[in-house]
């Protein structure tokens, strides 16, 4: 199934190019209070969402998808975890290029591990990028994006799989500079996951599946999952090794080589085999 939030927090389901409103299915979720659970309410109960979108979807209107305003399709994570030089080539690339190191040591995602990006940088295709520090050089990163649907620690890379609900695209943007990853790639809108949440079903095997960026219309970024250092299994272990891994987090997997800049007016997609496409527009903030 593919599920997505558009315009005024409506649920809708994919098919083809048309968005199905589903939003009544909604009404299975459970009433919650202060404080708030620390997973994403839609996906801990996806499930039952799941069947009571198939009661309502004989009689939802529909649209095409290209007139929605395509919201995130996880409203809110608990957290977004990135990892860093995840492809070899990207990894070649950085050290080369004295305008994405800036004298940070690039080390191997085995030794320094993963990172955090703030969950307020989280939009949606439709949202768009808003730049900011611009003087500075502001970089795509296409993204496989894992959804994690079972919470656990200390999950092994044997029951990972179990632990996903379901897979998007991302972009973890970033503004290129001496600072920590996590604060260059947690500006607002610096994390785009879109254009829907594919459920694990559909995907039976993202092992190896190709995907590429353009800019306005120009090739940029072309790669295959297959060549992650860290596979999604092992993603999953290595962070919750550390952490408990919630209903609704986020694993960005890391981005192949072919990063570069982009500036206000600027066009990005991004495509990934299984997911589908999304348009996402870059603007000044
Ligand atoms: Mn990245």
Redesign the pocket.
């Known amino acids: 199934m593919r599920l997505c939030r558009f315009n005024d927090n409506r649920l809708g389901v994919v098919k083809d190019d048309q968005v199905f409103d589903v939003t009544e299915a909604l009404d299975v979720l459970p009433a919650v209070s202060y404080p708030l659970p620390r997973t994403d309410l839609l996906i801990a109960n996806l499930d039952k969402v799941r069947a009571r979108v198939e009661e309502v979807l004989p009689g939802a209107s529909s649209c095409p998808v290209s007139e929605v305003k395509l919201l995130s399709p996880v409203a809110n994570p608990g957290k977004l975890v ?3 030089v995840n492809y070899r080539k990207h990894l070649e690339e950085a050290r080369a290029d004295a305008e994405i190191h800036h004298n940070n040591q690039i080390a191997e995602i085995q030794r320094i591990g993963l990172f955090l990006k703030a969950t307020s940088s989280l939009v949606g295709a439709g949202e768009g990028v808003a730049l900011r520090h611009t003087d500075r050089r502001n970089d795509h ?1 296409i ?1 496989l994006a894992v959804v994690i649907g079972k919470a656990g620690t200390r999950i092994s890379r044997e029951n990972a799989w179990d632990h996903i609900a379901g897979y998007c695209i991302g972009l ?1 943007m ?1 503004v290129r500079g001496p600072e920590e990853r996590s604060l260059r ?1 947690s500006i607002d809108t610096y994390s785009v996951l879109g254009p829907w949440l594919v459920t694990a079903d559909e995907i039976p095997d993202a092992t190896q599946l190709d995907f590429w960026l353009t800019v306005n219309g120009e090739d940029r970024q072309r790669a295959n999952t297959r060549d992650l250092v860290l596979d999604i299994p092992e993603l999953i272990e290595f962070a919750s090794a550390f952490y408990t891994l919630h209903e609704g987090d986020v694993i ?1 997997t ?2 192949p080589e072919g990063v570069g800049p982009v500036k206000a007016g600027d066009v990005i997609v991004a495509n990934i085999e299984g997911i589908g496409e999304m348009r996402v527009d870059v603007r000044s903030a």
Do not use: H, L, M, R
């Open positions: 990135a990892a860093p990163e993204e973890d970033t790639k960005y890391g981005t």
